[in-house]
């Protein structure tokens, strides 16, 4: 199966200047956002995986917003082409399970705006599943479909990653936030004294 995440030769629509040059950066923004989180789930930053991570998400969710910001996006077609089975990210998943051993599990409010009902998630599922949604647009992108790859972004990102990779964020920067604000006094002066006299 082709990596959707390197661009290929293709065939390239035809569509509105400014769509295009949106899909190419949401598309470079996509196969980013893929580099790191692969990096960081196969152990390259074991030290710096929180806030890699959390930079990786917020830069990611910028793109999402300019998604959700402009108007709906309508493919050429009114059927998504066949792509054949998606990119298997069950490997990645796993991997993010093991990085993020005791820390996984969260709870989140499902809906804020029509339910104070909670439910389970994970991190690890988060990641994958943004992963999952970004390779998808990107496999339309490679085959030159701006359209089809503009509109499952924006679809995607509006029905299901956007809120994951929020929900995500908000986790990694709460477990930034013990990690640096639980720290015993002495601990913390020790590090201060250390950032001021380098």
Do not use: K
Request: with cysteine; hydrophobic share 45%; glycine share 6%.
């Amino acid at each position: 199966m082709p990596d959707a995440t390197r661009p290929a030769a293709r065939n390239v629509e035809q569509v509105d200047p400014d769509l295009e040059l949106l899909c190419e950066e949401t598309a470079a923004e996509a196969r980013a956002f893929l580099s790191v989180v692969r990096e960081v789930a196969g152990g390259a930053v074991p030290q710096s995986a929180l806030p890699v991570l959390s930079l990786a998400l917020s830069q990611v969710l910028v793109t999402g917003t300019r998604l959700g910001a402009i108007t709906d996006v309508v493919p050429a077609r009114r059927f998504e082409p066949d792509l054949g089975s998606d990119e298997d990210v069950e490997s990645l998943r796993l991997q993010l399970a093991g990085l993020f051993t005791g820390l996984d599990d969260y709870a989140e409010v499902i809906d804020p705006l029509t339910t104070t009902e909670c439910a389970r998630s994970r991190v690890s599922d988060d990641l994958a599943d943004i992963c999952a949604a970004l390779l998808h647009g990107l496999r339309h992108h490679a085959d030159g479909e701006l359209t089809e790859a503009l509109w499952w972004w924006q679809f995607s990102y509006l029905a299901t990653w956007g809120s994951r990779a929020s929900s995500a964020l908000r986790v990694l920067q709460s477990i930034l936030g013990h990690i640096r604000m639980d720290a015993d006094d002495e601990t913390v002066a020790e590090a201060q004294f250390d950032a001021l006299h380098r």
